[in-house]
């Protein structure tokens, strides 16, 4: 069936306009997850949704960035008044929320800010 | 916190055997996972296993766990040209976090 999938795979911005990623989870998964991997930081979490509701935020850098998820199913990540530090690759995982917590990663979209 | 380190480099002939290297600290129950990414590409997930197991095998693929020293590796037998990649070791506490703490990657270069 149909992975994650990501869009854009690509943004190229200018500094301080603000970005919009979107998220296709993958069918019938509950859970959804943001990451971003920068050369400098690795591989960090952002955001956790269990259907609609965001449990766990605590990874969102600043106030700058927001997340939601409509229909437990497609989520938008919202960068405002884009930085150069912000530029990364943004990873978005889905799993069915059991106990083994596997996540299955979209192909990303990589963010430049300039 | 959780923590998760790995080495960052290994260089393999083709057919050899890779051994692929995570050290954890959570001490609670969790599952651990090896996921692989390729140039350009996103996550792909090979395997996981729980804490409560010491080694789980799937096709060339086994993970080895030594709860005792928090230590896991991944065992790639006969390595080809395509395994090139870079490996990350992830870890998530069962019943706790969902979030998955990630060790930096060992970027695996096979020669032929």
């Known amino acids: 069936g149909a992975g994650v999938s990501q869009s854009p795979s690509n943004k190229v911005t200018e500094k301080g306009k603000d970005v919009e990623l979107r998220c296709d989870p993958i069918?019938?998964?509950?859970?959804l997850y943001w990451y971003r991997q920068s050369l400098g930081q690795g591989l960090e979490f952002l955001i956790y949704?269990?259907?609609?509701?965001?449990?766990?935020k605590s990874g969102l850098p600043s106030d700058r960035f927001s997340a939601e998820r409509t229909g437990g199913s497609v989520s938008t990540l919202t960068i405002q008044r884009t930085q150069q530090e912000d530029s990364a690759v943004y990873l978005c995982?889905?799993?069915?929320?059991?106990?083994?917590?596997?996540?299955?990663f979209g192909p990303g979209t990589r963010l430049t800010v300039t | 916190g959780e923590d998760v380190e790995q080495s960052l480099f290994l260089s393999v002939r083709e057919g050899d055997s890779s051994v692929i290297n995570c050290t954890y600290t959570?001490?609670?129950?969790?599952?651990l996972y090896w996921y692989k990414q390729e140039p350009g590409a996103g996550l792909q997930l090979l395997t996981y296993?729980?804490?409560?197991?010491d080694m789980k095998q799937d096709q060339r693929l086994t993970v080895l766990l030594n709860k005792k020293d928090k230590h896991l590796s991944l065992r790639i037998a006969d390595t080809q040209t395509g395994d090139s990649a870079i490996y990350f070791c992830?870890?998530?506490?069962?019943?706790?976090?969902?979030?998955?703490?990630f060790g930096s990657g060992t970027r695996l270069q096979v020669q032929p």
């Open positions: 995982a889905s799993s069915l929320g059991g106990r083994g917590n596997e996540q299955y």
């Open positions: 069918s019938g998964h509950t859970a």
């Open positions: 949704f269990q259907g609609n509701s965001a449990p766990d």
């Open positions: 959570d001490s609670s129950s969790t599952y």
């Open positions: 296993i729980f804490s409560n197991m």
């Open positions: 992830a870890e998530s506490p069962w019943g706790g976090r969902r979030a998955l703490t």
